[in-house]
Structure formats: structure tokens, C-alpha cells
């Protein structure tokens, strides 16, 4: 551990700016989500990019396509976190590893709820599909990484949500493209995904720093 303080989960300088963007991508994935409830084919806008259904990727992309998605499966997605809560153990302390765990672990699990409630399926009714759970996973995992690299670095409110959105759109981008040309969702879920993770992270921070704070603060109230 080096001198510097450990960071806070979510930095002060980007507190009003990811509350708003949570919002946001809260009332998009409802959004979308009552629009393609019980749908079972591609809306207009799902076309628009490819045929959702089929499985398009081809050589030389195919193999690219198909480690994307290992990363969003049980190993891959454990193999992770598990290194994601090591580091932060050996650098950045005990509530970055909390918070590694809580941001993704809330992350999924609220698209995994998500699925079950909206019911739009794709390749048979087994095969729910809104939101994507494997762009939401990786994309919480980007924003908790780059909101502890914020934090950690002490970057300014321009310089931090420039981090923040741009690692979420890499993750999002490239899981997303992934599951698109693989035919496992539909690029609306996709998106419904992406904005799960935009949604619950923010929140999941705040609620995180809320909890070590008051924990330690009554640490400190007892030694008194």
C-alpha cells in the first residue's frame, strides 16, 4: 500500500454528474423494457443494424467475437472479478474490493430479474434476452475500474467523466457487438444492458461509501 488515501467508490467531483447520468439510463431501460415486453422478434431499430437472429460473424472476427462473450460467462466473469478484487485488496483497500463485488454482483442480478419480469425472449421462449447480461456485467466492471482510477488519480470532474464514459463505451461496445454478432441478443438489449450498469453502479457507490463512512464512523464514536 502506497500513502496515498484509499479512494472513495465514487468521487465527489463526479457525484452530480453520474447521479443525473443514472437517471437517465434507469428511465431508458424501462423504457425499452415496456416496449419489448413478451416480444419474441427484432423490434425496427434492432433491424436497422443486422439481422438479430442469425449468427453473423465470419472468420477472422469470429474468434474475437467468441473470447468477448467467454468474458461474460460464469468463468470468465468469475476468473474477473476475483482478479479485480485482488488488486484492489493489495492496492486500494477494503472498500474498492466491496465495491468490485457490489457494483457487479447488483449489476447482474438486477438484469438477471430484469429478464424474468420483461420476458422478451430470442431463439425460442427458454432464451430471455432483455437486457443483455453479459454487456451489463462488463460494463459495470469497466465503471467501477475507471471510477477507483478517478478516484485514485485524483482526476478533475472533465478529465474523470471522460474516463468513466469512455470506459463504459469500450465495454459496452465491444460486449455488445459481440452478442449482436453472435445472435445471442438483440442490439436493444445491447443498449438496455449497457444502461443497467450505467443505472445501478452510480447508485451501488454512493451506497457503498454511505456504509463505510457510517461504519467508521461509529468506530470511531465507541473508542470515545
Known amino acids: 500500500m502506497t500513502g496515498r488515501p484509499a479512494p472513495t467508490a465514487l468521487p465527489r467531483t463526479l457525484?452530480?454528474?453520474?447521479?443525473?447520468?443514472?437517471?437517465?439510463a434507469a428511465l431508458v431501460v424501462v423504457a425499452l423494457g415496456v416496449l419489448y415486453a413478451g416480444h419474441s422478434e427484432p423490434g425496427t431499430v434492432?433491424?436497422?443494424?443486422?439481422?438479430?437472429?442469425?449468427?453473423?460473424?465470419?472468420?477472422?472476427?469470429?474468434?474475437?467475437?467468441?473470447?468477448t462473450d467467454f468474458l461474460g460467462e460464469p468463468a470468465?466473469?468469475?476468473?474477473?472479478?476475483?482478479?479485480?478484487?485482488?488488486?484492489?485488496?493489495?492496492?486500494?483497500?477494503?472498500?474498492a474490493a466491496v465495491f468490485v463485488v457490489a457494483g457487479v454482483g447488483l449489476t447482474v442480478v438486477t438484469a438477471t430479474l430484469l429478464k424474468s419480469l420483461v420476458g422478451r425472449t430470442i431463439h425460442g421462449a427458454d432464451n430471455l434476452?432483455?437486457?443483455?447480461?453479459?454487456?451489463?456485467?462488463?460494463?459495470?466492471?469497466?465503471?467501477?475500474?475507471?471510477?477507483?482510477?478517478?478516484?485514485?488519480?485524483?482526476?478533475?470532474?472533465?478529465?474523470?467523466?471522460?474516463?468513466?464514459?469512455?470506459?463504459?463505451?469500450?465495454?459496452?461496445?465491444?460486449m455488445g457487438w459481440a452478442q449482436v454478432a453472435l445472435g445471442a441478443h438483440y442490439p436493444t438489449d445491447v443498449l438496455g444492458?449497457?444502461?443497467?450498469?450505467?443505472?445501478?453502479?452510480?447508485?451501488?457507490?454512493?451506497?457503498?461509501?454511505?456504509?463505510?463512512?457510517?461504519r467508521a464512523d461509529a468506530g470511531r464514536s465507541e473508542r470515545r
Not at 457525484?15 to 437517465?24: D, M
Not at 444492458?193 to 457510517?214: E, F, I, K, Q, Y
Open 193 to 214: 444492458g449497457w444502461c443497467t450498469a450505467l443505472a445501478v453502479v452510480p447508485s451501488t457507490a454512493w451506497l457503498v461509501d454511505r456504509l463505510v463512512d457510517c
Open 129 to 174: 434476452s432483455y437486457p443483455s447480461g453479459h454487456t451489463a456485467f462488463l460494463t459495470a466492471l469497466a465503471l467501477v475500474a475507471a471510477l477507483l482510477a478517478t478516484g485514485r488519480l485524483g482526476l478533475g470532474r472533465t478529465a474523470g467523466a471522460s474516463l468513466v464514459l469512455g470506459a463504459a463505451l469500450v465495454a459496452g461496445a465491444a
Open 46 to 67: 434492432d433491424r436497422w443494424f443486422v439481422d438479430p437472429t442469425a449468427d453473423s460473424v465470419r472468420p477472422p472476427w469470429r474468434r474475437p467475437a467468441l473470447a
Open 15 to 24: 457525484r452530480a454528474w453520474l447521479g443525473l447520468v443514472a437517471v437517465l
Open 76 to 95: 470468465g466473469s468469475a476468473t474477473l472479478v476475483v482478479a479485480a478484487v485482488a488488486g484492489c485488496l493489495l492496492w486500494l483497500g477494503r472498500r
